[in-house]
């Protein structure tokens, strides 16, 4: 069975940082693109960032790029947001997400994080 | 690519059925053959759980009163008779253009 446990989020002023992980089992991590998809307070979901398998490779939306860096652990089938410079807009539920084919089909519980002064 | 939803919000009566029309701004036709169109459902205070992809295939566990039909930038899902524990919040959302997009998501509410 796949499971994804997020793990990191909090409270955190305007500016600051926080880094999110997601400890995955249940299937060859290193073989899979990981996502984080992230849902606003009474919002959508919206696509935040993605790792390759081998891990040299990532994507990132806009309104993150520059603040926000994804990496993996294979050793330890981990993958991490840091996530710095935080803004209010910033504040959601953010889910770890494998990537299959055109789709997604395993969520994490997801983590929340809230930027507030 | 653009998933536009309606309704935004959906009132049903138990026992009646429901539809949600989902609109994509570019075919979602991929050059594989496939057409990657997901349906989501999300129950209130739960993570996203996926009902339905490539257009109409069943996830393990769905009950078949959910289906999903449509082609090229046309897509519906339907619940044959709506039951309280379809409550939640339905996305659909697009697999087939890099990066994936999610519509903006039609509420169900028992009327």
């Known amino acids: 069975e796949v499971q994804l446990v997020e793990s990191g989020g909090g409270l955190v002023e305007p500016g600051g940082s926080l880094r999110l992980s997601c400890a995955a089992s249940?299937?060859?991590?290193?073989?899979?693109?990981m996502h984080w998809v992230r849902q606003a307070p009474g919002k959508g979901l919206e696509y935040v960032s993605g790792?390759?398998?081998?891990?040299?490779?990532?994507y990132y939306i806009e309104s993150v790029r520059g603040r926000s860096t994804i990496s993996r652990d294979n050793s330890k089938n981990t993958v991490y947001l840091q996530m710095s410079s935080l803004r209010v807009e910033d504040t959601a539920v953010y889910y770890c997400?494998?990537?299959?084919?055109?789709?997604?089909?395993?969520w994490g519980q997801g983590t929340q994080v809230t930027v507030s002064s | 690519v653009v998933m536009t939803q309606s309704p935004v919000s959906l009132p049903v009566t138990l026992g009646q059925p429901a539809s949600i029309s989902c609109r994509s701004s570019?075919?979602?036709?991929?050059?594989?053959?496939?057409?990657?169109l997901n349906w989501f459902q999300q129950r209130p205070g739960q993570s996203p759980r996926r009902l339905i992809y490539?257009?109409?295939n069943w996830d393990s566990g769905v009950p078949d009163r959910f289906s999903g039909s449509g082609s090229g930038t046309d897509f519906t899902l339907k619940i044959s008779r709506v039951e309280a524990e379809d409550v939640g919040v339905y996305y659909c959302?697009?697999?087939?253009?890099?990066?994936?997009?999610f519509g903006q998501g039609t509420k169900l509410e028992i009327k």
């Open positions: 959302m697009q697999g087939t253009h890099w990066p994936y997009t």
């Open positions: 997400v494998k990537k299959d084919t055109g789709t997604y089909l395993d």
């Open positions: 490539k257009v109409s």
């Open positions: 249940g299937f060859t991590f290193s073989n899979y693109v």
């Open positions: 790792i390759n398998g081998n891990g040299d490779d990532t």
């Open positions: 570019q075919s979602l036709l991929s050059s594989d053959g496939n057409t990657y």
